[in-house]
């Protein structure tokens, strides 16, 4: 048997301590954390062959060892002693190729009477990142049906648990602070196990950043966007994060020939049209996040959308982000489409815009919608098409334009405080390329 074997990095949850109170790793998880299952022994209902024993999914190591279970056969089944009766709250699955397309997640106190805590029909591999609630000693997965006609192989399955669930549920302090990793023009057609390959790369510097959420800026999966594609190369690495990414379609997503924007769709699902449409919002403390489709800003409903949102929010500041930028000092240069966008969010008093398509890093000093410097109402363009895709040069520099860096790939480490918000531009090194000023909400 030939099969390519895709490497993902590690994955740790982290655990803070604020002001005597501990806070969730994750924004879903609602509770504070502790990986419970790396290390502790693991027994399984098969094995393919002795290099690939059921210990080696609770070691730690997403890149190099996995369990497999025999091949042709359901059901099959994954399990971890936790050495003790354990809350539990999440459990993360990372697949192999050979994935579970319909499975149980159980818990035990014994080790032979279990409960159903989890169960889908229609699992697609990469990662499944689900939130539990639980007690039990011993935690299994359980394999019905088979996602190919190989067996059920795991990199890690990762059991996150401990704290107490709160009697409210947890409300966002309006002046607190948090992080939000950003990068447009993502996943190109490769994986870790070539060197040049950046998104793998990109991918790990998110991690390292343990963000909030996560925003795409469009182009999310190079050339088609074909959900095999979406499947083969970003879920492998950016993948990860899906459940807390907040993703925009590009211009490459219209693409497939299943339709435009089919396998962004069929990939994300509710994620990316959580209110029927390829637009939405949401809110985190004092801020309102707009996440628009500009492929389609040609059509009046969207932009009637958008200008109903803002008048609707009550909150003070204001962020938005699309894929086509308005102003662009590189090779696809400024796209005038977006201009009805800008003039909205203007009228507003929205203080930042993301973008991708042009593969470069560019960041504009505080503008109108028709680039006049304006410190007083102006909103802020942070171009991030550097998240793997092969660079563009800077071709024509616009007015407002502050800082320029193109053959250079990385992340945007946005930091969203209470009336303020910054970023930093953190390289594949993991060296910061570039740091914004601080800006206050208008």
Not at 389 to 407: G, M
């Given at each position: 048997?030939?099969?390519?074997?895709?490497?993902?990095?590690?994955?740790?949850?982290?655990?803070?301590?604020?002001?005597?109170?501990?806070?969730?790793?994750?924004?879903?998880?609602?509770?504070?954390?502790?990986?419970?299952?790396?290390?502790?022994?693991?027994?399984?209902?098969?094995?393919?062959?002795?290099?690939?024993?059921?210990?080696?999914?609770?070691?730690?190591?997403?890149?190099?060892?996995?369990?497999?279970?025999?091949?042709?056969?359901?059901?099959?089944?994954?399990?971890?002693?936790?050495?003790?009766?354990?809350?539990?709250?999440?459990?993360?699955?990372?697949?192999?190729?050979?994935?579970?397309?319909?499975?149980?997640?159980?818990?035990?106190?014994?080790?032979?009477?279990?409960?159903?805590?989890?169960?889908?029909?229609?699992?697609?591999?990469?990662?499944?990142?689900?939130?539990?609630?639980?007690?039990?000693?011993?935690?299994?997965?359980?394999?019905?049906?088979?996602?190919?006609?190989?067996?059920?192989?795991?990199?890690?399955?990762?059991?996150?648990?401990?704290?107490?669930?709160?009697?409210?549920?947890?409300?966002?302090?309006?002046?607190?602070?948090?992080?939000?990793?950003?990068?447009?023009?993502?996943?190109?057609?490769?994986?870790?196990?070539?060197?040049?390959?950046?998104?793998?790369?990109?991918?790990?510097?998110?991690?390292?950043?343990?963000?909030?959420?996560?925003?795409?800026?469009?182009?999310?999966?190079?050339?088609?966007?074909?959900?095999?594609?979406f499947r083969a190369y970003y879920d492998k690495t950016w993948g990860?994060?899906?459940?807390?990414?907040?993703?925009?379609?590009?211009?490459?997503?219209?693409?497939?020939?299943?339709?435009?924007?089919?396998?962004?769709?069929?990939?994300?699902?509710?994620?990316?049209?959580?209110?029927?449409?390829?637009?939405?919002?949401?809110?985190?403390?004092?801020?309102?996040?707009?996440?628009?489709?500009?492929?389609?800003?040609?059509?009046?409903?969207?932009?009637?959308?958008?200008?109903?949102?803002?008048?609707?929010?009550?909150?003070?500041?204001?962020?938005?982000?699309?894929?086509?930028?308005?102003?662009?000092?590189?090779?696809?240069?400024?796209?005038?489409?977006?201009?009805?966008?800008?003039?909205?969010?203007?009228?507003?008093?929205?203080?930042?815009?993301?973008?991708?398509?042009?593969?470069?890093?560019?960041?504009?000093?505080?503008?109108?919608?028709?680039?006049?410097?304006?410190?007083?109402?102006?909103?802020?363009?942070?171009?991030?098409?550097?998240?793997?895709?092969?660079?563009?040069?800077?071709?024509?520099?616009?007015?407002?334009?502050?800082?320029?860096?193109?053959?250079?790939?990385?992340?945007?480490?946005?930091?969203?405080?209470?009336?303020?918000?910054?970023?930093?531009?953190?390289?594949?090194?993991?060296s910061v390329k570039d740091s914004s000023p601080t800006y206050s909400c208008h």
């Amino acid at each position: 048997m030939s099969r390519v074997r895709l490497a993902l990095m590690a994955c740790t949850a982290v655990l803070g301590l604020v002001a005597g109170l501990l806070v969730a790793a994750t924004a879903s998880a609602g509770i504070a954390e502790t990986l419970l299952s790396q290390g502790k022994p693991a027994t399984a209902s098969s094995k393919e062959a002795s290099s690939y024993a059921a210990a080696k999914a609770f070691d730690g190591d997403l890149a190099a060892t996995r369990w497999a279970s025999a091949e042709g056969h359901d059901p099959e089944w994954l399990r971890v002693d936790l050495g003790a009766s354990q809350q539990i709250s999440r459990v993360k699955l990372t697949w192999e190729d050979a994935y579970g397309k319909s499975y149980k997640i159980q818990t035990s106190a014994d080790g032979t009477a279990w409960t159903d805590v989890y169960s889908t029909g229609s699992g697609d591999g990469g990662v499944d990142d689900l939130a539990v609630t639980a007690t039990g000693r011993y935690v299994r997965m359980y394999g019905t049906t088979r996602g190919t006609s190989y067996g059920y192989s795991l990199w890690e399955m990762q059991v996150y648990g401990g704290g107490t669930q709160p009697t409210d549920p947890p409300t966002d302090p309006p002046g607190d602070t948090f992080v939000v990793a950003a990068a447009g023009d993502i996943a190109e057609q490769c994986t870790a196990s070539s060197a040049s390959c950046v998104h793998p790369k990109t991918a790990a510097l998110v991690e390292s950043m343990n963000p909030e959420f996560v925003i795409t800026m469009g182009d999310n999966q190079y050339d088609d966007a074909l959900l095999s594609d979406f499947r083969a190369y970003y879920d492998k690495t950016w993948g990860r994060f899906k459940a807390k990414t907040r993703p925009v379609p590009g211009n490459h997503e219209t693409y497939d020939p299943a339709g435009s924007e089919a396998g962004y769709k069929s990939y994300f699902g509710a994620i990316a049209f959580p209110q029927g449409k390829s637009y939405y919002s949401y809110d985190r403390g004092n801020w309102h996040f707009v996440a628009l489709d500009s492929n389609h800003f040609d059509q009046s409903a969207q932009i009637t959308w958008l200008k109903n949102d803002l008048a609707a929010t009550t909150k003070p500041c204001v962020a938005a982000y699309w894929h086509h930028p308005l102003f662009s000092s590189g090779e696809h240069g400024n796209d005038p489409v977006s201009k009805p966008v800008w003039q909205a969010l203007y009228a507003a008093g929205a203080e930042l815009v993301l973008n991708g398509h042009d593969h470069h890093y560019e960041r504009f000093g505080p503008q109108n919608p028709s680039a006049q410097a304006d410190t007083a109402k102006g909103i802020v363009e942070v171009l991030g098409g550097m998240g793997g895709a092969s660079p563009y040069q800077i071709e024509n520099v616009q007015p407002n334009s502050q800082k320029r860096l193109t053959d250079t790939f990385g992340v945007l480490k946005l930091t969203f405080a209470g009336n303020t918000f910054g970023w930093q531009l953190v390289g594949t090194d993991g060296s910061v390329k570039d740091s914004s000023p601080t800006y206050s909400c208008h």
